[in-house]
């Protein structure tokens, strides 16, 4: 059963690092194929802040066979109609069924289905390793015409783009109450990125977009959240646009370098550490690309150095001594002064 969860709220700023300084980090290690690799030691990684080595001040490792986490990592499959084409709703629900009944409906991970529309956000609150049963649930989702910019142009990307930030700010403040790992796996394009000609930000929407970046970045690491955005081809929508988010990666700094572009699905799903896949119509496959290996990863802290002053950016890479790997992780946090008690 889907539940309606309340309207979401503006992000608040994030809260100052606590005392004690250490900032944690899940990260994901994979070969060259995509496989995880479970065999790294902690004298294998090296952690970049700005660019300086950072000494770990703890280490776990989880295989997901002999050590697995507790709780194991959720799955959150959210399935975005308020920026989905109308054709598509029906497809997209065909490959999540797809998905939830392999292995005969036997899933390797909890799972909750979420559903973003114009009229907010439903929930299932309790998630379940029955695909079958999700199936059920599934069931309820229907297809319906996007009230939001069918006839308002401009002013309803605006608000797409401003609601569906809000759900996702919602979510990840939502979701630091809940322990464990979690990956959000948002099915849909993305919301509108305002960077037409129609669009013409002001001091005062840079420093919102600022703090809203600032915000999630804070809350999407401490709840534990890693951001995936799978989508399928839309035959409607110019391919160019698929790879307009790649030149909104870098951190933002400030808030008169901040832009509606970096709090795009793709930007924040990369940034946390996540995945962008597709536009293809295997979004079953996409999915369980996703999962794959999921209660395998590496969790490792780190106490950040003095910041000069509050929101201070901080660029993080995590490398690791043995060729062929790639690490995955938060790719940056802003750090605040320490508080005197």
């Known amino acids: 059963m889907l539940v309606l969860r309340p309207p979401a709220n503006p992000p608040k700023a994030a809260s100052p690092i606590a005392a004690a300084g250490h900032i944690h980090l899940d990260v994901t290690v994979t070969d060259a194929s995509g496989n995880p690799d479970t065999g790294l030691q902690p004298w294998d990684f090296t952690l970049f802040d700005n660019n300086q080595p950072r000494k770990i001040l703890s280490f776990r490792s989880f295989d997901g066979v002999a050590v697995k986490p507790h709780p194991p990592v959720r799955v959150v499959l959210l399935i975005d109609t308020a920026n989905l084409p109308f054709q598509q709703v029906a497809f997209v629900r065909s490959e999540m069924r797809k998905f939830l009944l392999q292995n005969g409906g036997h899933l390797a991970q909890p799972v909750s ?3 973003f529309s114009d009229a907010g956000l439903r ?3 309790q998630p379940s390793i029955d695909g079958n049963a999700l199936v059920g649930v599934l069931d309820q989702i229907q297809g ?5 910019d069918s006839a308002q142009a401009g002013e309803g990307l605006l608000e797409r783009f401003q609601l569906s930030v809000r759900q996702l700010a919602y979510i990840a403040q939502n979701e630091t109450k809940e322990p464990g790992r979690k990956l959000l796996i948002w099915v849909g394009p993305g919301w509108p990125t305002l960077d037409s000609a129609n669009f013409s930000a002001t001091e005062r929407d840079q420093r919102r977009y600022f703090d809203t970046i600032v915000a999630l970045s ?15 081809t839309d035959p409607v929508s110019s391919g160019a646009d698929a790879f307009a988010y790649r030149s909104f990666l870098k951190g933002v700094t400030s808030s008169n370098r901040a832009d509606s572009g970096n709090l795009s699905l ?3 799903a990369i940034r946390s550490g996540g995945l962008v896949l597709g536009p293809d ?7 369980d690309r ?5 209660d395998a990863f590496y969790r490792i802290s780190f106490d950040p150095p003095p910041a000069a002053h509050a929101d201070e950016y901080h660029d993080l890479r995590i490398e690791t001594g043995k060729p062929g790997l790639t690490a995955r992780t938060s790719s940056g946090y802003y750090n605040q002064p320490k508080q005197d008690h």
């Open 123 to 125: 929930v299932q609150p």
């Open 218 to 232: 804070h809350d999407l690491r401490e709840s534990r959240i890693v951001l995936d955005s799978v989508s399928a």
């Open 266 to 268: 793709k930007v924040l």
């Open 113 to 115: 289905l979420f559903l």
């Open 290 to 294: 996703c999962i794959a290996g999921a």
């Open 281 to 287: 119509n295997d979004l079953a496959g996409q999915i």
């Open 144 to 148: 319906g015409i996007r009230t939001i």
